[in-house]
């Protein structure tokens, strides 16, 4: 549906987005993530056509931007960060105003907006300003107008940003339910937008793609480490990272804060080996030792925990 090939932009001196080789199928929800300034929205914007990238190309189907620049935008609706609408106008009239920009014409109108307020859960607004709107109720305007052409693909830049959490669940429904129909395209930094909304993830981080899969199956990959939390006495942070690193399974040890002055509090980061429980290979090793131990505990390793390492090491 879409193929992009070494997609490069600067801004000055600065490499916003560094050469990005992305395919996105027909048919499914894709999530755009990563930290503020990752490089998302530049992307979305040389995907829409609003920016050129300085190398690299993007298709989508048989069409070049370069050359068929037009023909693309007919197959995209977009929905901005903060939806540009028209804030002294009706709902109705607003939506009226965008179908005739899109070439709709007579009783069609009213068909497809009475469609898009079906969809979007605008039918009790349609006749309330857009600026006494709640901001949720604005983004589904918005949501509206990047529909009105009934477009293949949709691409949303952080659609839910600024919403409470009853409306970020209102439209992640709308998106699901499009997302039957369509190729929709979601940029975000918000994990669990993703987790509950999208068939497949890609990370983004300082313009790289430092992950691209499945939900599911990066869900999996996260299974395939342990996190321990440990809090022990009468030691050194030396000693405890001296144990523990050299072990096969241990992947990473990290001092983390502690209330208690008396207590160090490690994480450990290990790796399943051969079905053995981590957890009783660093009990064994505490048991070696002199240290108290105070606490040892596993926790759920989850998409989260996949974000913050990549963009850290990718940092």
């Known amino acids: 549906m879409i193929h992009m090939e070494n997609l490069t932009k600067y801004y000055g001196e600065l490499c916003a987005v560094d050469h990005i080789n992305l395919d996105i199928h027909k048919g499914e929800i894709l999530g755009l993530l990563g930290p503020n300034g990752a490089g998302k929205t530049t992307t979305i914007r040389m995907m829409t056509g609003f920016f050129r990238p300085n190398e690299g190309t993007i298709r989508v189907k048989d069409f070049s931007i370069e050359d068929q620049l037009l023909e693309i935008k007919k197959m995209i609706g977009y ?4 939806a540009p609408l028209y804030y002294s106008m009706l709902v109705f009239d607003y939506l009226s105003y965008v179908a005739k920009i899109r070439g709709i014409q007579g009783k069609q109108i009213l068909t497809r907006i009475k469609e898009l307020s079906d969809l979007c859960g605008l039918s009790n607004m349609m006749h309330k300003n857009i600026a006494q709107l709640s901001k949720g109720y604005k983004q589904r305007v918005g949501l509206a107008h990047a ?31 499009i997302g039957k129909q369509k190729t929709v395209i979601l940029s975000t930094h918000i994990l669990s937008e993703a987790e509950a909304t999208c068939d497949r993830i890609v990370i983004i981080n300082k313009g790289k793609i430092v992950a691209d899969g499945k939900t599911d199956d990066l869900k999996h990959s996260a299974s395939e480490e342990v996190i321990l939390n440990i809090g022990v006495k009468e030691t050194s942070p030396e000693s405890v990272i001296s144990e523990f690193k050299p072990i096969q399974e241990v992947v990473r040890v990290e001092r983390q804060h502690s209330t208690d002055p008396d207590i160090l509090n490690f994480q450990i980061i290990c790796r399943k080996s051969n079905g053995v429980d981590p957890r009783k ?7 070696e030792t002199n240290w108290v131990l105070v606490e040892l505990h596993q926790q759920t390793k989850t998409l989260e ?5 990549l963009t850290r090491e990718s940092n």
Not at 79 to 82: C, I
Not at 281 to 287: E, G, L, N, P, V
Not at 305 to 309: A, D, G, P, S, Y
């Open 305 to 309: 925990h996949i974000f913050r390492e």
């Open 147 to 177: 529909m009105m052409c009934n477009p293949e693909i949709l691409i949303l830049d952080e659609p839910t940003s600024g919403l409470d959490p009853n409306q970020i669940v209102e439209i992640r429904e709308i998106i699901r339910r």
């Open 281 to 287: 290979t660093i009990y064994t090793k505490i048991k």
């Open 79 to 82: 929905l901005p960060e903060s």
